[in-house]
């Protein structure tokens, strides 16, 4: 069984992943390793990447890294849930550079849809503090969501009215909140 994972945990796995990739990529955190990484949770179970370039190297180094930390790397993206957000890469916010290798939190207007798709309690928790945090805007979440609607017939686990109307629900209530 794999132990949890906690951010000293993660900033391990940016060193080893500096150190063993042998060029130049990008790696994108989403989920829980963002929430740790922010403070917004103090734990996870694993941590979900997508590689965007794939650096050369990458995958032995991952191997070497569940070895060695005992922890759980899964490839997962809210693109690989959903239709990719225009304009993801310059939504993700930069984290740093380890070696040749750099590091973002993924779009947070693609995982808070990713996990309005979801409709978990904690996914909806997960929303409510990106949001408080303004990791990003509602004018963003729901313009987004409007551009990947008629691509979500590609997504057959997707309901896109109960997606559409998670949206306008969450929008509704953070408005309503401000007042």
């Keep these: 069984m794999r132990s949890t994972v906690d951010p000293e945990k993660i900033k391990q796995l940016m060193n080893i992943l500096g150190k063993e990739a042998r060029g130049s990529g990008s790696v994108y955190f989403t989920g829980g390793a963002s929430a740790l990484l922010i403070g917004w ?50 939504r993700s916010v930069f984290i740093g550079k380890q070696g040749q ?30 949001y408080a945090q303004q990791l990003f805007s509602l004018e963003d979440l729901d313009n987004c969501f409007k551009a990947i609607e008629s691509d979500l017939i590609r997504f057959p686990s997707i309901d896109s009215d109960v997606l559409k109307n998670r949206v306008e629900t969450f929008i509704e209530q953070m408005r309503g909140n401000r007042q």
Excluded at 58 to 74: D, G, H, M, P, T
Excluded at 101 to 115: E, P
């Design 101 to 130: 290798v750099s590091f973002y939190h993924y779009d947070f207007t693609a995982q808070a849809l990713s996990k309005l798709s979801r409709g978990y309690e904690r996914d909806i928790s997960d929303v409510q503090a990106m």
């Design 41 to 90: 949770r103090s734990s996870t179970v694993d941590i979900d990447i997508r590689l965007d370039p794939e650096p050369s190297g990458v995958f032995q180094a991952i191997s070497k890294i569940k070895r060695e930390l005992n922890i759980n790397i899964e490839l997962a993206s809210p693109q690989d849930f959903l239709p990719p957000l225009p304009g993801w890469r310059d």
